[in-house]
């Protein structure tokens, strides 16, 4: 059978004949070798459809039936799918618009990745494609057509970084956002305003592989010890402006921002000192709150204080986490 026409309408895809290999259940004297049933979709939201058949060959659509006075709004496939479960205890099989022969050498535009050319023509209406980066893979037939082959290698987010061949893909949630989210900081044209502080800041080439970065990532965290911690990228080297194995570690809050500056005005004064009032005070994150010192009456001496209050704090964060940290990071800050 060949199907020929459009029986669904544009919110499924207009490009589709969607015809389904079943027999209209209510009346399958009807339907024949050379017929076709389908579900034609007439207004989703308030959900008139019609069951009908479909000769091959005719410039019309035959034999139309009903529609249920129980209908219900439906909007994809899937909607369509769980009606006719409820009518047959089975799910649909459809078919799309027969596409034209696969060859040799043609190549194919992909929805997402590129272009693609048949390298190889396989049994199973399967082929051998290979894109333009090198990347090969075999896949439906149908889905050459339709474009929806994935090159695994393409720089698909933010234009850098892919997906590669591995374990590793949107689904394993967790490494995924941790990769994605440092790509964002550095290569999202869309998230510029948000890490303003992030410009000119990248990530090494390895890491662009969601298969690289997600290895690293399972051989450093600690899904039991570190949950919350944070991947930081310039405690270990304070000029780093690169995502890389040799410059990043896990970290709790609590260490990471002892490294932050609160925002403020200064008024001139060394790190961690304000002026308010004739008098010097220090000011440093220390646990979820800030440390705020009494008033000293020369800015050295609030920031002796300072210095000594930051020391103390820091090597009791590195001794707290020592059988955690990575040992870069708790040299610096006992060393601090």
Not at 79 to 86: A, E, M
Not at 92 to 105: A, F, H, N
Not at 259 to 283: A, L, S
Request: proline content about 4%; aromatic content about 14%.
């Amino acid at each position: 059978m060949k199907p020929q026409y459009t029986l669904l309408q544009k919110e499924i895809d207009p490009s589709l004949t969607i015809l389904f290999k079943e027999t209209n259940p209510y009346h399958p004297e009807i339907i024949s070798d050379r017929s076709g049933f389908g579900i034609v979709i007439e207004d989703w939201k308030r959900g008139i459809y019609r069951f009908v058949n479909s000769t091959e060959g005719a410039n019309k659509i035959t034999n139309d039936h009903f529609t249920p006075n129980n209908a219900k709004p439906l909007k994809s496939i899937h909607d369509l799918n769980n009606l006719w479960k409820t009518i047959t205890g089975e799910s649909l099989t459809y078919i799309g618009k027969q596409p034209e022969k696969i060859e040799v050498g043609k190549v194919y535009p992909t929805n997402r990745n590129g272009t693609m050319k048949v390298i190889e023509i396989l049994e199973g209406n399967k082929s051998k494609v290979i894109f333009e980066n090198g990347y090969t893979t075999i896949a439906q037939n149908v889905n050459i057509f339709r474009g929806r082959v994935k090159n695994l290698y393409y720089p698909s987010l933010f234009g850098v970084g892919y997906i590669g061949e591995g374990k590793y893909d949107s689904t394993t949630k967790e490494v995924y956002r941790r990769w994605k989210g440092i790509l964002q900081r550095c290569y999202d044209e869309k998230s510029r305003h948000i890490y303003k502080s992030y410009s000119g800041v990248t990530v090494c080439e390895e890491w662009k592989c969601l298969q690289d970065f997600g290895k690293w990532y399972e051989e450093n965290y600690d899904h039991k010890n570190m949950e919350g911690w944070a991947l930081d990228k310039d405690l270990i080297d304070e000029t780093s402006r690169e995502y890389s194995p040799s410059n990043c570690s896990f970290v709790p809050p609590t260490i990471n921002n002892i490294f932050v500056k609160i925002e403020g005005k200064d008024n001139g004064q060394p790190t961690g000192v304000r002026k308010e009032r004739n008098k010097y005070f220090v000011y440093f994150y220390k646990g979820g709150d800030i440390f705020h010192s009494k008033g000293y009456d020369t800015s050295e001496e609030a920031y002796k204080i300072y210095i000594t209050e930051k020391r103390k704090y820091a090597k009791e964060l590195a001794e707290e986490y020592k059988n955690f940290l990575d040992i870069r990071v708790y040299n610096k800050l006992i060393t601090y």
